[in-house]
């Protein structure tokens, strides 16, 4: 099962640089998210999408865009990279269900910015 | 706008003891979720447990159960029989219709031998 699964894993990027992770989801869920973890925090909402063509603002959007591409993905994009975005990202996905919605969350992309 | 506590940053507790992290949370909603998850030094994010707020029996799943107090909106996580694999960061989360996810900041959790 291979759930929610984003790429690169590890990424080094000088500042101004611009990359995109890529995140897909194979649980047909509704809704998707990005975060990043900080040293010593827990995770903060950069964008979310919560169903296929709209995305919204999270708590830390600035220096973010995101792409729904179709159900399945959902991509951010760094257009030019800071140190401050030096964090590890996680997309995560959910579904509301009878029984509740619950979050399921990809291995994270490490991202250094020098 | 939903809360949630975690005032524990760090606990230890010894293998094969019991250890209980705290968790309060603010909702206005009536219906809503809560969730521990589980990151371990990998930094993937593990479901560990999760109530449903209608339901006044606290989940259990194998050594963790959740004490629910929701007149207190305290949802605390207890870990019996701790291993060395149970290290980890422990988040809890709420959930509700409308609302994204929250997440506390975590409590650090060691387990000596």
């Known amino acids: 099962n291979a759930g929610v699964t984003q790429t690169p894993k590890f990424q080094v990027l000088k500042t101004g640089q611009s990359m995109t992770l890529q995140c897909a989801q194979d649980?047909?869920?509704?809704?998707m998210y990005w975060y990043r973890q900080d040293p010593g925090m827990g995770l903060r909402l950069i964008y979310y999408?919560?169903?296929?063509?709209?995305?919204d603002k999270g708590e830390v959007p600035n220096g973010y865009n995101v792409s729904r591409l179709n159900k399945r993905e959902f991509s951010l994009r760094l257009e030019s990279a800071a140190p401050s975005q030096t964090s590890v990202y996680f997309c995560?996905?959910?579904?509301?269900?009878?029984?509740?919605?619950?979050?399921?969350f990809g291995e994270g992309s490490w991202l250094t910015v020098v | 706008a939903q809360t949630v506590t975690q005032s524990q940053p760090e606990m230890s507790v010894q293998e094969a003891e019991t250890v209980t992290l705290s968790c309060t949370y603010d909702?206005?909603?009536?219906?809503?979720?809560l969730f521990w998850y589980k990151q371990p030094p990998s930094r993937q994010m593990i479901l560990v447990i999760r109530?449903?707020?209608?339901?006044?029996q606290n989940a259990t799943e194998n050594r963790f159960s959740v004490n629910f107090q929701k007149a207190a909106k305290s949802f605390s996580l207890k870990i019996s029989d701790s291993q060395l694999g149970d290290a980890a960061m422990y988040f809890c989360?709420?959930?509700?219709?409308?609302?994204?996810?929250?997440f506390g900041p975590g409590t650090r959790l060691s387990v000596l031998p």
């Open positions: 989360a709420s959930e509700s219709y409308g609302q994204n996810f929250v």
């Open positions: 999408s919560a169903s296929e063509g709209t995305t």
């Open positions: 909702t206005s909603e009536s219906d809503y979720y």
């Open positions: 649980m047909n869920h509704n809704s």
């Open positions: 995560a996905s959910s579904t509301r269900t009878g029984t509740g919605n619950t979050i399921y």
């Open positions: 109530q449903e707020a209608y339901k006044q």
